[in-house]
């Protein structure tokens, strides 16, 4: 059990999202809960910044539609009792607790309006490919207002990197931890059809159980053991699972883009015991926190079109390698075979075709969804 009621019912990654400026505007970031709590706090995040980012007002409310908010639901965010603040390069910032009644699987807008200039050069911290559309204003403090005027949208996440709530007594927080595949890499936009998406789904519709919430830390392109589109599996463990607010379970499904290799560096290549200790280690430092791990079996690519030269039979056999070892090696609690649950039976080096968002890398949303019922419920109990 854990020994604080807080815990993250929606969270991403901060990375650098390239191509936002911004000068005065309010941004309006859209946020579906997992669990659902009466107290909450939200986390803000200049990880990435290089210069210290000025939150003039932020407020947060259950969305309605668009850029439109539920009236009577708006809350003013404060920080040490403050309406404004600094965030440090390279910082975090978490805003003090707020009352809002929040159900399960509920859509929220955090809006905050930046009074300074944000410029291409200032490394936005954010989530890119969310996959959800977000709203930026025409320049102006429209944080409380109704309906955000729209200038733009995006569908990127932009500072916001998480939103925790006061939780009942043995509430339990699993992190997805993985590369697109878990950030939910062509889903239909808006849809929330990412595998963790399906998962709290599942959790929230089931009788019985301790309340779990689901926090998704997938970053496409990401790899175990080399950077790419934000720090390695190795290096951003600790803030993005040991780090999280309540976790007590980690799902680790990482290593395709290993394999792929796709920026084709010789120093990149790796061998399929190279990915192995580092799945390794992922898993013996979870345990070190006193977390049960799940190992995710890595998904078939064969043929992608994503990127053609990706797959190669050399390649191949490293990701059986690495299955065969998440299977039987005993460095994991429990075992969740993806793999099994979405190869074509008939081609098992591929993704059935229904599954299959048309890449040959990618789920499709019923490919997702299957990923999401592929996990035994019984785990989190």
Not at 112 to 120: C, D
Not at 212 to 231: E, K, P, Q
Not at 266 to 282: N, P, Y
Not at 367 to 376: C, E, S, T
């Amino acid at each position: 059990m854990r020994d604080t009621s807080w815990v993250g019912t929606w969270t991403t990654s901060p990375v650098p999202v390239e191509g936002i400026a911004l000068a005065g505007q309010t941004l309006r970031m859209i946020a579906r809960t997992s669990i659902g709590g009466k107290t909450l706090r939200v986390r803000l995040s200049n990880a990435c910044g290089e210069g210290e980012l000025a939150i003039g007002a932020a407020r947060i409310a259950l969305r309605a539609t668009g850029a439109g908010i539920v009236p009577g639901s708006g809350r003013a965010l404060a920080f040490g009792g403050a309406t404004a603040a600094t965030i440090p390069a390279g910082a975090p910032l978490v805003s003090d607790p707020v009352a809002l009644d929040v159900p399960p699987l509920t859509d929220l807008a955090i809006s905050l309006y930046l009074p300074g200039r944000v410029g291409t050069d200032f490394r936005v911290t954010g989530h890119g490919n969310a996959h959800q559309t977000n709203y930026i204003s025409p320049p102006g403090d429209f944080t409380a207002a109704a309906s955000l005027p729209v200038s733009r949208e995006t569908d990127s996440w932009l500072f916001v990197s998480g939103i925790d709530v006061v939780a009942p007594d043995g509430a339990a927080g699993v992190v997805a931890f993985g590369d697109s595949l878990t950030d939910g890499n062509l889903t239909t936009l808006d849809a929330n059809a990412r595998w963790p998406d399906r998962l709290a789904r599942r959790l929230c519709a089931r009788r019985g159980g301790r309340p779990v919430a689901v926090m998704n830390h997938g970053i496409g392109g990401n790899r175990i053991l080399h950077d790419l589109r934000g720090d390695s599996g190795l290096r951003r463990f600790d803030r993005d699972v040991l780090a999280q607010t309540g976790v007590t379970h980690v799902i680790v499904l990482l290593g395709i883009n290993d394999i792929r290799n796709r920026r084709g560096l010789a120093e990149e290549i790796v061998t399929a015991d190279e990915m192995i200790a580092g799945l390794a280690q992922l898993a013996a430092r979870a345990r070190l926190r006193g977390l049960e791990v799940f190992g995710g079996t890595l998904l078939p690519f064969e043929k992608e079109t994503f990127f053609p030269a990706a797959w190669t039979p050399a390649g191949e056999a490293r990701r059986q390698a690495v299955n065969e070892w998440i299977r039987t090696g005993r460095a994991f609690d429990a075992v969740i075979d993806f793999e099994a649950a979405l190869r074509d039976p008939a081609h098992p080096t591929r993704l059935l075709p229904d599954y299959d968002c048309g890449d040959h890398l990618h789920p499709s949303d019923r490919g997702y969804a299957a990923m999401g019922d592929a996990i035994d419920l019984a785990l989190f109990d």
